[in-house]
């Protein structure tokens, strides 16, 4: 009730689009109505994420979830994932359904501030894929991927003929998904808006708002205290990596100062420092040197070992690179009876989309009472209480009544 009806928030998103846009200069807000002039689409990606994104790796994760509201609507989402391993906000859409046409219409709106690079990648769960975290070189996958099929060669055939390695696997996958493989990050955005998917549309939006406005507060004190180069979630894989290739024999390729060849475990690796690869591809697809990539520094910069890491590093995780992602901040929109609109936005109407009222009550998870946990022909259906004082069934000692008729 303090939200306010579904109704009324679906009438007022014109006032609500305009007070947003004017609070937050570079926001993409579109309406969409159907051919009744009922709602049907609801755009918003916000401008501050827009310009941050710049900034981020590119990938976006896309999912949906479904609202617990009257008119039972869809939220899609598309976030990306920061070098910190935070949810980074991207656009929503707020459908009647989930389908073809609504997934069309939230990526061509998607379309105008995403650039489609050759290096975008975008993953969804239209296949429940297999995410094999540590096979980077076909080799390793190879090796791993017959273990499958020596175990369950119908699902091995499925993965590798119905949906192909380039959908699903690291090792083959034609562009660059850093250490981005399923749609988790989304799933606990869907949990983070747990109580918010029930408020009306605008309220939604509202909350969403000024939560992730704290939250980007809260990284950037967080980032700005690191005292590294790089974030602390890079430092970290940074230095693990520098111990690993502490015990790797190393050598130069023909006197090359940017070609080496490593030998560990009687596996062979070759790295270019000067185009930032290696034959185990690590270093290729996360952007950070790996161990052998660490060997090799190593041995061309014995003084300065420690600081030429970060010259062969992504500058995506730097700090710089992330204070700017989470640099802008959103407005969070006031109280209805605090916007000041122009009179045609304020004068617009907008019907909710067409209900479909469903019969019976609504069902509710809960505890069965005492008096259902027998069947009706009176069978023990649960476990009945049993009486310490007469060692009786169906009641406790408090209730006893050979208690009440013999006190003493």
């Known amino acids: 009730m303090v939200k306010g009806t579904p109704e009324h928030r679906y009438a007022c998103l014109p006032a609500y689009s305009y007070m947003v846009e004017n609070l937050n200069p ?9 051919d009744a002039d009922r709602f049907k689409y609801y755009f918003v990606a916000y401008g501050a994420c827009i310009r941050g994104y710049k900034h981020m790796r590119k990938v976006i994760v896309v999912d949906i979830t479904h609202l617990y509201g009257k008119y039972e609507d869809v939220l899609l989402s598309a976030v990306a994932l920061d070098t910190e391993n935070h949810i980074y906000l991207i656009a929503f859409c707020v459908v009647e359904k989930e389908c073809d046409e609504s997934w069309t219409y939230f990526f061509e709106k998607l379309r105008y501030i995403i650039v489609d690079e050759p290096d975008l990648c975008i993953i969804f769960d239209g296949h429940r894929s297999i995410a094999n975290a540590k096979a980077y070189g076909y080799q390793e996958f190879n090796e791993q991927f017959q273990q499958l099929r020596d175990k369950c060669p119908e699902a091995a055939n499925c993965l590798e003929f119905d949906i192909g390695f380039d959908k699903w696997s690291r090792a083959y996958f034609p562009a660059n998904r850093y250490d981005v493989l399923t749609t988790n990050i989304v799933e606990s955005l869907n949990s983070m808006l747990r109580d918010e998917r029930e408020y009306p549309i605008t309220a939604l939006f509202t909350s969403i708002s000024r939560r992730f406005a704290q939250i980007f507060r809260q990284r950037r004190a967080y980032i700005s205290c690191s005292i590294n ?4 979630s890079a430092e970290k894989t940074l230095r693990k990596k520098m111990n690993e290739g502490d015990s790797l024999f190393i050598h130069n390729i023909n006197g090359d100062a940017n070609e080496f060849t490593i030998v560990s475990s009687g596996l062979t690796a070759k790295v270019n420092l000067l185009n930032k690869t290696c034959t185990c591809r690590e270093y290729d697809l996360v952007k950070l040197p790996c161990a052998h990539a660490m060997a090799s520094l190593r041995l061309k910069y014995r003084p300065d070992y420690g600081s030429s890491i970060y010259e062969y590093s992504s500058p995506m995780y730097k700090v710089q690179s992330y204070i700017l992602a989470f640099g802008e901040t959103t407005n969070v929109v006031p109280p209805e009876l605090e916007w000041k609109v122009l009179e045609e936005y304020a004068n617009m109407y907008i019907p909710p989309p067409a209900y479909d009222p469903k019969l019976g009550r609504k069902r509710v998870k809960r505890i069965p009472g005492i008096a259902e946990s027998f069947k009706s022909n009176g069978s023990r259906k649960g476990k009945r209480n049993k009486c310490l004082i007469c ?6 000692k408090t209730t006893c009544r050979y208690l009440r008729e013999h006190p003493t």
């Open 26 to 34: 570079g926001y993409r807000i579109c309406i969409c109505l159907d």
């Open 391 to 396: 060692n009786g069934d169906g009641h406790k």
């Open 229 to 232: 180069l790089s974030g602390p």
